[in-house]
């Protein structure tokens, strides 16, 4: 069994910063890719940044410049650095990760969503 916790949501001003985690546990052999989505009221679900396994980081166009994604492999944990964030960026934020469980099974997980609002 997989889990995907979150933490780190909450409410802040434009302009302000907030620094969101994801820790995975149980029965990992390696975690294998990292992924930040976020979903809008009312839209779908976007991806935002990933860290796949080759380590590089993508970042969609809107957060470019603002948002950093960083992994700590040790911990199995993943982080989003969110600064000048704007009223857009208020969302559920998720994260997503590729696993090789201890039985060779590969599959995606998600965490349960962090709600990140920005006030103007």
């Known amino acids: 069994q997989v889990q995907l916790v979150e933490s780190g949501g909450g409410l802040v001003q434009a302009g302000g910063s907030l620094r969101l985690s994801c820790a995975a546990s149980g029965s990992i052999r390696r975690v294998i890719s990292w992924g930040w989505y976020r979903q809008p009221p009312g839209k779908q679900r976007e991806l935002v940044a990933s860290?796949?396994?080759?380590?590089?980081?993508n970042y969609a166009d809107s957060v470019k410049g603002r948002f950093t994604i960083s992994r700590d492999n040790a911990k199995n944990t993943i982080y989003l650095q969110m600064n000048s964030l704007k009223p857009e960026d208020t969302a559920v934020y998720y994260c997503k990760s590729g696993i090789l469980s201890s039985s060779g099974a590969y599959l995606d997980y998600w965490g349960q969503g962090t709600q990140v609002t920005v006030s103007s």
């Open positions: 860290s796949p396994q080759d380590g590089s980081t």
